[in-house]
């Protein structure tokens, strides 16, 4: 009889061996909270980062309209100086100057309008596909969590709350997201003349 106590206390050791610590819990808990606190600031920096893409767009814009009136003063000015002339082989040369210079610089003004529209849309996106990122790095932590706390609990949340039925299923999934964040941060830092 006391061996058989002896091994079903040997087996309870080796179990409970087995079982996650208790500090590993909460330090994957506390890992958890960390990482709602992030997502709620990089949401914030996200919603600022966009917000002042729009005011620079904005701005970008007023000064490309400002030096499209600027340039079409100047040509105003110029074919008041036209009529002037008397020679008319001159004035008909200097008016077709001026129209295609004023062709250019209505084809200039929209090109630059166009590419700020582009690049405004891209950062926006590029963001935004952060965010995506983001909480797909969220739904890892809460399967390893669940894992963490409990084998069954990481299984229920596995299939619940990212509809997969294996952690080999999951992680390849959340596998073709890190080269899609690399390359839209690489992007985003491109598109905002930054370096990384």
Do not use: W
């Amino acid at each position: 009889m006391n061996a058989y106590k002896l091994a079903i206390l040997g087996l309870i050791l080796i179990i409970s061996g087995c079982a996650t610590p208790p500090e590993v819990k909460q330090l994957s808990l506390k890992q958890l909270d960390y990482l709602n606190v992030l997502t709620d600031a990089v949401t914030i920096q996200s919603e600022g980062l966009i917000s002042i893409a729009k005011k620079l767009k904005q701005q970008s814009e007023g000064n490309i309209n400002c030096h499209q009136q600027t340039s079409i003063d100047r040509l105003n000015q110029l074919m008041t100086t036209t009529i002037d002339l008397t020679d008319p082989k001159k004035r008909r040369e200097l008016k077709q100057k001026i129209l295609a210079q004023a062709t250019e610089i209505n084809k200039v003004t929209q090109r630059s309008q166009q590419k700020l529209a582009v690049d405004f849309k891209a950062i926006k996106t590029k963001t935004q596909q952060l965010q995506v990122y983001l909480k797909k790095i969220k739904e890892v932590q809460l399967v390893l969590n669940g894992y963490i706390q409990s084998q069954k609990a990481g299984e229920q949340l596995l299939a619940t709350s990212v509809g997969h039925t294996s952690v080999d299923g999951f992680l390849g999934t959340i596998n073709t997201y890190i080269p899609l964040i690399k390359s839209t941060s690489s992007e985003l830092a491109r598109l905002l003349n930054v370096k990384p």
